[in-house]
């Protein structure tokens, strides 16, 4: 069974500091997105990613977070100035289309990264 | 954008009675909603998923059931075990997925 893999599993940084989280969708995705879940609450959407450029962003995706598809298989997020609200778990994940007719083509997920800010 | 709402968010239910979660959404343009289930540390699993053009899918003890017009749809999954205890999410999908609250279901043996 194709997996989406994310690095690291776990990690803490300091207030302020930059962190890169990384993904790498199943290879043959086309579309890539970065949700976040603070504990107990809800999966939030972040930003979709096609064809080398972000498709939707929501509020929460303002200018102290970037993504980037540096080569063919990683897909990262980037946030630059990290504050404690940004503590939480962040998953990756990948489709083939958003809204495929097929069938299971629903999102794959990775199993996430937890952030701590400290 | 898509606004999904989800009910209840806790159920309990004693192992082999069946479990009901409802969602509703906002976007009448969305067209396929999947449900996840979520495991502690662990990223949402794609369990079932039903398109638009369809009414009710059944997979096993899993079902949903989807209403257009009321732009409402339902996971029932019967004989429920202990390992069914989970986070399920709703979600909804136009351009983008989104999700529901979630409902934490505790399955007592």
């Known amino acids: 069974e194709p997996e989406v893999t994310q690095t690291p599993s776990h990690q803490v940084t300091q207030m302020g500091q930059e962190v890169i989280l990384r993904c790498v969708p199943i290879?043959?995705?086309?579309?890539f997105y970065w949700y976040r879940q603070i504990l107990g609450q809800k999966v939030e959407f972040l930003v979709s990613f096609y064809n080398n450029e972000i498709s939707e962003k929501s509020e929460i995706f303002d200018d102290q977070f970037s993504v980037e598809r540096p080569d063919g298989s990683n897909f990262t997020l980037k946030i630059r100035s990290t504050k404690l609200e940004d503590s939480a778990m962040y998953f990756c994940a990948s489709t083939i289309y958003p809204d495929s007719w097929g069938v299971n083509y629903g999102y794959t997920f990775g199993s996430g990264t937890r952030l701590t800010v400290v | 954008g898509e606004n999904v709402e989800q009910h209840p968010s806790t159920l309990s239910v004693q192992e082999g009675d069946s479990a009901v979660i409802k969602c509703t959404y906002s976007?009448?343009?969305?067209?396929?909603f999947p449900w996840y289930k979520q495991e502690l540390g662990k990223g949402p699993q794609l369990i079932i998923d039903i398109r638009s053009n369809v009414g009710e899918k059944k997979d096993q003890r899993i079902a949903v059931t989807l209403n257009k017009t009321a732009k409402h749809f339902s996971l029932h999954i019967t004989e429920t075990q202990p390992e069914d205890s989970a986070v399920y999410f709703c979600?909804?999908?136009?351009?983008?997925?989104?999700f529901g609250a979630g409902t934490r279901l505790t399955v007592k043996p």
């Open positions: 976007d009448s343009a969305s067209n396929y």
């Open positions: 290879s043959n995705h086309l579309y």
């Open positions: 979600a909804a999908i136009n351009n983008d997925m989104r």
